[in-house]
């Protein structure tokens, strides 16, 4: 379901006049998920609207895989607070804020970056990790219920729909075409390959 501007009061701390996502370029997603309790549950997940079809097909695979998530609410919930959201171990989509300690917007700001279960998978950038509650899970090797590997279901799904999943870029099928500059890296315009301007390369994780 497309947002309209009724929206607004309630995303009233993750949506703000100047995002770099309209109101009307985002989309609620109604799902089921299980749960770590083994049981079925209802989230909710806004994403940008050209993508709904893309993220309800990896969040219907991971279903029917019983793939366990601890939480699935907006993150207004927490006003907006990404800490505070990764903390609980919700998993959430469009938010919109800058990538920490720059005047870069983050891909959640434009509903194209999916943090699941954020305390089993968490982010790690040097030895910083967070949420720090959950340092014991930068061991990658673990095998934990909601712990993503490269190669399982969870990366496969992603791959599937051309998002890269933080293990690395999916790049392989774009292998053919010039996309590549000076030192292997793609120079992009945002999302947008300035060498294929109708290729987005979208997803967590850093693509050059």
Not at 144 to 157: C, K, N, S, W
Not at 166 to 172: C, D, S, T, V
Request: charged share 20%.
């Amino acid at each position: 379901m497309r947002l309209s501007s009724s929206w607004r009061s309630r995303l009233r701390y993750t949506w703000h006049p100047g995002c770099p996502q309209p109101l009307s370029g985002l989309a609620l997603i109604h799902m089921t998920y299980w749960g770590f309790d083994q049981r079925a549950h209802t989230g909710e997940l806004i994403v940008n609207a050209a993508v709904t079809r893309k993220i309800t097909r990896v969040f219907r695979i991971l279903y029917r895989a019983r793939y366990p998530i601890r939480k699935m609410v907006l993150p207004d919930v927490y006003q907006g607070s990404d800490p505070r959201s990764t903390n609980a171990d919700n998993t959430s989509a469009f938010n919109c804020r800058l990538v920490d300690g720059t005047s870069v917007w983050s891909m959640h700001a434009y509903g194209l970056a999916v943090d699941i279960n954020p305390c089993e998978n968490v982010y790690i950038d040097g030895g910083f990790v967070d949420p720090p509650r959950c340092k014991a899970n930068a061991d990658r090797s673990r095998r934990i219920p909601g712990l993503i590997h490269e190669g399982d279901l969870v990366t496969r799904a992603f791959d599937a729909i051309g998002w890269c999943t933080g293990f690395r870029p999916a790049l392989g099928h774009l292998a053919p075409l010039p996309l590549r500059g000076p030192g292997g890296v793609i120079p992009t315009d945002g999302t947008r390959a300035l060498a294929e301007p109708r290729l987005h390369l979208l997803g967590y994780g850093d693509w050059t």
